[in-house]
């Protein structure tokens, strides 16, 4: 039996039915309920789709008016204004120091070292001992030497006297009558006169040779003490007392000292291709070390390697400064300014430049927004600025970084750039 409103009849419990379950059975109106939201919910679905896909397709719509519109109009350009190019055009390279002279000192005698006089970052004058060395084995053979030389000294005087005994005794016999003596007694007279004339040669030879090997000998001993070949400043102290040097320079040697001479000091440049033309002995160059704000050092080129370098394709470049002070040190990092002649007219920014197989070009824009393209000449190109001696006039407006897409004759719309041309470089270097 069911209740008037359809609603399910709750029947009597029974024994052994759990009091916490609820009936399970629903009545008739439940399933329509359950498709009628199921219906409200496609149509909510099916008017969003709608609703999305009119807004996508004027969003569209839109885009494709604007694009359509932008594509009518001029193409956009950035354009900079060409000016004359400057008297002198400044050009920082970085190079590094060099010391004038520098030398690796190595033992001329082998031994020990007895002493040591300097060390490294010490001043010493040309011809200071800077270490001795003992050599007993070179003193031993030079009084061996000094010994032999005696001897032979001693054996000239014998033959000297039995030179001069066997002149006069040929001397008597070649002019005794004839018939007194045998003409063969007076030869043989003869042959020993000559025979002591020449042991007595062979002797004053061994002499000169042994007096040679004496004076060798004495020469290296000087080389005991190691002395400075000139002027300059220890960069480097290899020895200590009691180390055994070798005689020589060889790869299995070891140096003593390393020395340099910084005053003048060189500074070499490695010049890019495009400006090794203009770097000719006198041009003016100055020099800024980092960490020394305060000091500027004035030098000029004073020769160059007068060929590139095929790997890098730079001409290699030097510059001697006075350093006086010792300020400055081989192996600095340091910034080097030339001053060099203008060869171009013109100078305009590098993302001007067009090239091309038929050669460099620089497009501008005429005061009818028209675009010209010009066969230019390069004078000098240092990276940023462009000097040109032909193509393009000052004042010209011309177009950086144009597009392969905009064709000579075409209307532009140009904007000037707040930038206008590269900043030349300063007069001074930065390191």
């Known amino acids: 039996m069911r209740h008037p409103d359809n609603a399910p009849i709750a029947r009597a419990a ?82 590094n120091t060099a010391a004038w002279y520098e030398s690796t000192i190595y033992a001329r005698v082998s031994g020990y070292v007895a002493k040591w006089s300097v060390d490294i970052g010490d001043p010493v004058e040309k011809g200071q001992v800077l270490a001795t060395i003992e050599t007993p084995d070179l003193d031993a053979e030079l009084a061996g030497a000094e010994a032999k030389l005696k001897s032979a000294e001693a054996d000239v005087h014998v033959r000297e006297a039995q030179a001069i005994f066997a002149k006069t005794t040929y001397e008597r016999w070649r002019d005794s009558p004839k018939g007194v003596v045998s003409e063969q007694e007076r030869d043989a007279k003869k042959a020993d006169d000559d025979s002591a004339a020449a042991q007595l040669n062979a002797a004053l030879a061994n002499v000169n040779a042994d007096r040679g090997d004496v004076d060798r000998l004495t020469a290296l001993s000087q080389f005991k003490q190691v002395t400075a070949p000139y002027d300059g400043t220890i960069t480097e102290r290899r020895i200590d007392i009691g180390n055994l040097v070798t005689a020589g320079s060889n790869s299995g040697t070891t140096s003593l000292y390393r020395m340099s001479q910084d005053d003048p000091m060189r500074v070499f440049v490695d010049v890019p291709q495009s400006a090794a033309a203009d770097m000719t002995p006198g041009v003016p160059a100055a020099v800024a070390v980092n960490g020394m704000p305060d000091h500027l050092f004035d030098g000029a080129i004073v020769r160059t390697a007068r060929a590139l370098d095929p790997k890098s394709r730079t001409l290699r470049v030097e510059v001697d400064i006075p350093n006086r002070n010792l300020l400055l040190v081989p192996g600095l990092y340091v910034a080097v300014n030339f001053q060099l002649k203008a060869k171009g007219v013109v100078e305009v920014p590098a993302a001007a430049m067009i090239f091309r197989s038929s050669g ?72």
């Open 360 to 431: 460099p070009q620089v497009a501008t824009v005429g005061e009818d927004g028209t675009v010209k393209f010009h066969d230019v000449e390069i004078a000098r190109d240092d990276g940023n600025v462009v000097e040109l001696a032909s193509g393009v006039s000052p004042d010209d407006k011309v177009v950086l970084n144009i597009s392969n897409q905009v064709a000579d004759g075409e209307k532009v719309a140009a904007t000037v750039s707040n930038q206008g041309l590269a900043a030349a470089p300063p007069d001074r270097p930065t390191p």
């Open 14 to 95: 029974k024994p052994g039915d759990d009091p916490a379950r609820k009936p399970t059975s629903y009545g008739p109106r439940t399933g329509r309920r359950l498709q009628i939201a199921a219906a409200m919910v496609a149509i909510v679905l099916l008017a969003a789709f709608f609703v999305v896909r009119y807004v996508r397709g004027a969003v569209e719509n839109e885009l494709a008016w604007d694009t359509k519109e932008q594509a009518s109009q001029p193409p956009a350009v950035v354009v900079v204004t060409a000016s004359e190019a400057p008297s002198t055009a400044s050009l920082t390279l970085p190079g």
